[in-house]
């Protein structure tokens, strides 16, 4: 039976880690009801044994301390809340325990997994140098910049490198599951939790349920200024001179800081903010491809088709049947 051990933070996420927890007990209800062993056992743990506030108010009571992770195959760091990114910063410097834990866990040949807002934990003890890793889509370039030395996987959903997995936005909780109970259980036993819980079993890409107006991701007032008239701008021909005489900056400082900020020069920026809007018309319009085209600013339909294949792993139509409101 294979054990996973879940640790409980102050500020985390209680649906996250009580949602893991029912798959893997809906995984074990189906085994039991094919006559098949149950695969998996749980204990919820804390770093001092006692119960923990979560991010919405809910108490969660552990089963105890750091002692229950002796048996474990698998430990889950959680997502952990917070209001600024500068309050973030802070509190995974402060987090040394639950970091050093994960360190000795994945040292002793363990699997470690986390998720969303959970993912720096294990970049900012070391765990991530050098290998793969997905985290939430609007902690993307911050993370890329932070953790420099990660190969951040551009909005993958999950990934997986030398016994440490990671999810994208909060919800990868689900897909993380699947992929442990298809891993654990095999692939049977996971496509029919999936059908029970009416999941995709293959999503791959965060990058559908972007909304880049949402979050900005940095406090940088010049980048800022600048993405608010670009996307006035929206339909407009891009002009570097014109971006740079808007906001009262060089070309050259407004290069550097969107590379520096967002890791990506303005003009890619607008590309992204130009999908969104045309993902926007899709949702919510019956337009025609060629006037959504027109629209967000591009002349040709064939280029924006493949732009828009290449950034979102779908066609335009097919993105249109799957999120049309």
Request: hydrophobic content about 40%; overall charge positive.
């Amino acid at each position: 039976m294979h054990q996973l051990r879940v640790l409980l933070l102050e500020g985390c996420y209680a649906g996250s880690m009580t949602g893991l927890v029912d798959l893997l007990h809906f995984a074990n209800q189906i085994a039991a009801y094919k006559g098949r062993s149950k695969p998996f056992d749980w204990r919820l743990f804390s770093l001092d044994g006692q119960a923990v506030t979560t991010a919405s108010g809910i108490v969660l009571t552990p089963d105890g301390g750091p002692e229950l992770t002796d048996a474990a195959d698998t430990l889950v760091l959680p997502p952990i809340s917070y209001r600024r990114l500068s309050d973030f910063e802070t509190r995974l410097m402060a987090e040394q325990t639950a970091g050093a834990l994960a360190t000795r866990q994945h040292a002793a040949g363990r699997r470690v997994m986390s998720f969303c807002t959970g993912v720096p934990l294990l970049a900012e003890h070391g765990l991530l140098d050098g290998r793969q890793a997905t985290v939430s889509w609007w902690l993307h370039h911050w993370f890329r910049q932070r953790y420099p030395k990660v190969l951040l996987q551009d909005y993958a959903t999950c990934s997986e490198s030398d016994g440490i997995w990671c999810g994208g936005a909060t919800t990868s909780y689900i897909d993380l599951a699947l992929r442990l109970i298809r891993h654990e259980g095999g692939a049977e036993l996971a496509m029919s939790c999936s059908r029970l819980m009416l999941t995709d079993l293959n999503r791959v890409s965060q990058a559908p349920y972007i909304t880049m107006r949402s979050f900005a991701g940095h406090d940088d007032e010049l980048v800022l200024r600048c993405q608010n008239w670009l996307q006035r701008q929206l339909d407009q021909p891009y002009r570097l001179e014109a971006l740079a005489a808007s906001v009262g900056a060089s070309e050259r400082t407004i290069m550097r800081r969107f590379q520096q900020v967002l890791g990506q020069p303005p003009l890619r920026y607008l590309q992204q903010l130009r999908l969104q809007a045309a993902r926007h018309l899709l949702e919510t319009s019956t337009l025609p491809l060629d006037e959504i085209v027109s629209r967000v600013g591009y002349a040709d339909i064939a280029s924006f088709r493949r732009l828009f294949q290449r950034e979102l792993h779908c066609t335009p139509a097919e993105y249109r049947r799957r999120f049309a409101s």
